[in-house]
């Protein structure tokens, strides 16, 4: 498991305020989420749901401000780097190590979990299968279609068991079946895993089993106020 990860405590999210450099600014609401609870997260293209999971993420952005507090438990990560806050994030580029074939990119998120050679290749052969994605162990991330990468994607992320994982858009690229047969099986993962997720989506089918809901605020102008 991974060593910063506290397997029982509750991810809470302090209110939070962002505000970009022209003035745009939005704040949002305190959150609590359990293990295994999911946010799903609604709004408008451009409002800012990706800023702020590259913020939640750990990602420096010269272009924004943000000011709010994460804690894993009792313990406050948001000053803590990237590296250290077990946090994941699928991105829609979906970024795959590209000279890695689908098992080693599925391996390297295993490698906490120090797991002897034949009980990792046996969980990723699980998995693969669970997707429909059996026997694609030594693909290489040029020889998948958008819709197999996303769902590499997604199970990279998830098999390393983060605190926190952020999803946004993770479902784009995959026909209305497989959508349905992937979100399904994502939210199954993160219950069973206990695993608190947040997932960013346009679309409400994606978000059917999400626990709780963020309808992302309007945004003011703070030069307005001023
Ligand atoms: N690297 C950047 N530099 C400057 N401004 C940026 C940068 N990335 C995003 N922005 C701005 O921040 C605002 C929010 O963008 P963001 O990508 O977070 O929106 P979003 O809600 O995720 O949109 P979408 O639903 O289209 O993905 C936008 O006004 C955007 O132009």
Redesign the pocket.
């Known amino acids: 498991m991974n060593k910063h990860r506290a397997a029982d405590s509750s991810v809470e999210l302090s209110r939070c305020q962002l505000l ?1 450099r022209d003035g745009k600014q939005v704040e949002l609401p305190p959150c609590q989420l359990a293990p295994g609870e999911t946010l799903g997260v609604m ?1 408008p ?7 702020w999971l590259r913020w939640l993420l750990g990602v420096q ?1 010269d ?2 401000d943000v000011a709010g507090a994460i804690y894993f438990g009792s313990r406050r990560v948001d000053h803590l780097p990237i590296e250290e806050r077990s946090t994941g994030m699928v991105m ?1 580029d979906q970024s795959l190590f590209p000279h890695y074939s689908v098992a080693d990119n599925l391996a390297f998120a295993l490698r906490a979990q120090r797991l002897g050679r034949q009980q990792r290749q046996q969980v990723i052969a699980g998995q693969l299968d669970a997707l429909g994605l059996a026997g694609y162990q030594q693909r290489l991330p040029q020889q998948l279609s958008g819709g197999e990468k996303a769902r590499i994607s997604l199970l990279r992320a998830v098999l390393a068991r983060p605190q926190l994982i952020l999803l946004d858009e993770p479902f784009n690229g995959l026909d209305a079946a497989r959508r349905r047969q992937v979100c399904e099986w994502t939210y199954a993962f993160l219950r069973e895993q206990r695993i608190a997720a947040i997932i960013v989506s ?1 679309d409400a089918a994606d978000l059917s089993g999400a626990q709780q809901r963020l309808q992302w605020p309007e945004s003011g102008n703070r030069k307005d106020e001023e």
């Open positions: 970009w709004g293209s451009g409002c800012g749901k990706s800023t952005q272009y924004v829609q346009h």
